[in-house]
């Protein structure tokens, strides 16, 4: 959509930091944004990768402002706001950021590897629902069963919905021969994927003491690639703070309702 915006304001509970140089094309550029959520954090690889100058708006999702409502009538992150024309939903964001900013490409030049991505950003839905249920077990979507597989955590169709989510991601690695999703460049679906897969790696290895897809290793190796991009290390959390939090609240989603940060995933008030 599009529309006039307020200035970016600041909020108790987050940041608005100037960015250090103008935009070449004198283009400003404003992102609502929280730093734990892995549908923002697609929006933040893409303007990191890109090298977008960018305000950032922290928005507390368990405590939304206000005048928030006027830039996103639903309240929800990301929300990137360019010259005054606001865009929301994170893959149209990213693609949109693409577009109009072209340092970096996102899109492969070849036509054969961007209608591959394309495919399987179509099927990222999909392959995150598959995610979110393997980690859920029998709890709410968005929940974390902290019990292993072995112990009964989960179940048996979610792990077979899981097991061929992962085919999917694994078949692009092979495909492409790597590095990335789709070869030797970062795309759209590597941003667009990372931010989840990356969770959920984080909860089987880390809370249930598993291996993370141990029969899929061209997964494993380009989550280890993407875990080494500079642009990762800015936009994920601290892994040790964000696991107690993930620990503690059973919940990938606990930031919707206990104010946390990117700086500090641990709401402030737990000790």
């Keep these: 959509m599009a529309g006039s915006i307020r200035p970016a304001a600041r909020s108790a509970a987050g940041v608005s930091h100037e960015a250090e140089e103008e935009q070449a094309d004198g283009s400003e550029v404003i992102f609502y944004t929280h730093g734990l959520c892995p549908y923002a954090q697609r929006v933040a690889l893409t303007l990191e990768e ?33 010259n005054g024309q606001v865009v929301t939903e994170s893959t149209d964001i990213c693609r949109f950021l693409d577009q109009n900013f072209p340092s970096g490409p996102l899109v492969p030049s070849d036509a054969e590897s961007s209608t591959a991505m394309n495919s399987l950003m179509g099927k990222a839905d999909s392959i995150i629902h598959a995610g979110l249920t393997m980690v859920a077990g029998s709890n709410r979507m968005w929940a974390i069963d902290t019990n292993s597989i072995r112990k009964g955590g989960g179940n048996a169709r979610a792990q077979a919905e899981w097991g061929r989510a992962l085919d999917l991601v694994e078949e692009a690695v092979r495909q492409s021969q790597g590095p990335f999703l789709m070869g030797e460049n970062l795309s759209l679906v590597d941003v667009v994927l990372f931010p989840f897969l990356a969770r959920f790696q984080l909860v089987v290895e880390g809370i249930r003491g598993e291996i993370f897809a141990p029969d899929h290793p061209l997964v494993s190796q380009w989550l280890a690639t993407m875990w080494q991009r500079p642009s990762t290390r800015r936009t994920f959390p601290d892994k040790e703070r964000f696991l107690l939090a993930l620990k503690q609240y059973a ?4 930031f919707d309702f206990h104010s946390a940060s990117l700086e500090d995933p641990v709401p402030k008030y737990w000790v």
């Design 251 to 254: 919940s990938l989603d606990y």
């Design 50 to 82: 890109k090298g977008v100058n960018y305000k950032s708006e922290h928005i507390d999702l368990s405590n939304k402002p206000s005048w928030y409502f006027s830039v996103n009538p639903r309240g929800l992150v990301p929300a990137v706001a360019v």
